[in-house]
Nanobody, 123 residues
Framework: VQLQASGGGLVHTGDSLRLSCVAS????????MGWFRQIPGKERELVGA????????YYADAVKGRFTISRDNVQNVVYLQMNSLKPEDTAVYYC?????????????????WGPGTQVTVSS
């Protein structure tokens, strides 16, 4: 599976942004998908993840209620809708694919990573 994220950019506090991650391969619908973010010099942080069907999703406390993950298993795309953005959301965002939600969220063993997309939120 190859992943390509897009949609990052520079926004202001309170704005919204939607990231997209397009996956290649015919097995996209069998993978759990997630989003991580990383600030230079800091450890990467899990943003959230969704199971293969998209019917169940996990969010980190820092983004719960503001971010929403969804997926389209026909178009092979996973989205990260980010609302009420804050300066502390500034980071490089990465989409990942894993064999299960547990693998991504608990075991931190995502199988595939895409190149990141920069999100910058100005105050």
């Amino acid at each position: 599976v190859q992943l390509q994220a897009s949609g990052g950019g520079l926004v202001h506090t309170g704005d919204s942004l939607r990231l997209s991650c397009v996956a290649s391969g015919r097995t996209f619908s069998s993978y759990a998908m997630g989003w991580f973010r990383q600030i230079p010099g800091k450890e990467r942080e899990l943003v959230g993840a969704t199971i293969s069907s998209g019917s169940s999703t996990y969010y980190a406390d820092a983004v719960k209620g503001r971010f929403t993950i969804s997926r389209d298993n026909v178009q092979n795309v996973v989205y990260l809708q980010m609302n009420s953005l804050k300066p502390e959301d500034t980071a490089v965002y990465y989409c990942v694919a894993g064999v299960s939600l547990h693998a991504i969220v608990v075991a931190d063993t995502a199988n595939y990573w895409g190149p990141g997309t920069q999100v910058t939120v100005s105050s």
